[in-house]
């Protein structure tokens, strides 16, 4: 699992986001385009592709994209 990865996989589930805005350090929260719909698809995504079950809980401990990329290495 490659955290470099990990953010390109983040990013392809925004739209409207310029992927140069996702870094290990970005807090996902914050971001304009940030919704619980986004935050299911973040789900589903982690699911597919890693193959690890993300709780609500997990996404919004959370606050940048390594810090959910901590949590799935962690549960992988």
């Known amino acids: 699992m ?3 990865e990990f953010i390109t996989n983040f990013a392809d589930q925004f739209d409207d986001t310029d992927p140069s805005v996702f870094t290990a350090e ?10 619980s719909l986004i935050a299911l698809s973040i789900i589903a995504m982690v699911d597919e ?5 993300l709780k ?21």
């Open 2 to 4: 490659d955290l470099k």
């Open 49 to 53: 592709e890693y193959d690890v079950t």
């Open 26 to 35: 970005t807090n996902f929260h914050n971001l304009d385009e940030w919704s």
């Open 56 to 76: 609500g809980d997990d996404i919004k401990n959370a606050q940048t994209i390594e810090d959910l990329f901590n949590t799935v290495k962690a549960k992988n």
